[in-house]
C-alpha cells in the first residue's frame, strides 16, 4: 500500500525464476503486511516484502504446512514463521522462558540458587539436566506467586497489538501503535 513502483523488468525476472523453479508462494496467515515505514499520519507505506515459496515435491513432504506472519513490538518487519506440521506439535511440552523481568527482582538469585544446590547425581550430564529442570520448575512455580498470571496480561497486550497491526495502517495514530507496544 503505497510506495514506489518497482521496476516491471525485475519484477519479470523474479517471477521467471520462481517459474522455472516451480516454486510457489505458500500464502500466509495474519496481517497483510510484513512492513511498514510507520508513518501513520503522513505518508504511510505498507508492503507484504517476504514469504516463504516452495516446490511440488516439498509441499508433498509437508502438505499441512502453514505460513504465519507474526507480530512485533518494535520492529517494522513483521517475522514470518514456517509451521510444517501442525500435527507433530499437538503434544508438544509447553517451553520454559526465562523471564527478563525476573532478574530484577531480588528473590530471583535465591530461587535459582536453592534448585540448583538442591539437586545432586553422580552423572554429571545427568545431573545438569535434572538441575535445568528442577530450576525451570522453581521459577515457574515462583512467578505464579510472585507475579501472578502475567502471561494472561501478555497474552492481552499481545491481542492489543495484533489487532493493530492487521488493520488499515492509515486508520491507526503513532499514538495508539505507542501505547500497544509499550503495554507489551
Request: charged share 25%.
Amino acid at each position: 500500500m503505497g510506495g514506489r513502483p518497482r521496476p516491471e523488468r525485475l519484477m519479470q525476472a523474479f517471477r521467471n525464476v520462481l517459474d522455472e523453479c516451480n516454486l510457489v508462494d505458500l500464502g500466509y496467515e495474519g496481517p497483510r503486511y510484513t512492513w511498514c515505514n510507520r508513518r501513520y499520519e503522513h505518508g504511510v507505506v505498507s508492503e507484504r516484502l517476504d514469504s516463504y515459496v516452495a516446490n511440488h515435491s516439498w509441499r508433498t513432504c509437508f502438505p499441512s504446512s502453514r505460513v504465519v506472519h507474526g507480530f512485533t513490538a518494535y520492529s517494522d518487519h513483521l517475522p514470518i514463521i514456517l509451521i510444517p506440521s501442525s500435527s507433530h506439535n499437538r503434544y508438544q511440552q509447553k517451553l520454559f522462558r526465562f523471564e527478563a523481568m525476573w532478574v530484577e527482582d531480588d528473590e530471583c538469585g535465591d530461587v535459582i540458587s536453592r534448585c540448583w544446590n538442591g539437586a545432586t547425581d553422580n552423572r554429571p550430564m545427568d545431573s545438569f539436566i535434572d538441575r535445568l529442570r528442577i530450576c525451570s520448575r522453581g521459577l515457574e512455580a515462583w512467578n505464579k506467586m510472585k507475579f501472578g498470571h502475567v502471561e494472561k496480561q501478555i497474552i492481552k497486550a499481545r491481542e492489543s497489538l495484533q489487532r493493530l497491526q492487521h488493520a488499515d495502517p492509515s486508520s491507526i495514530s503513532r499514538e495508539e501503535l505507542m501505547q500497544a507496544q509499550n503495554n507489551l
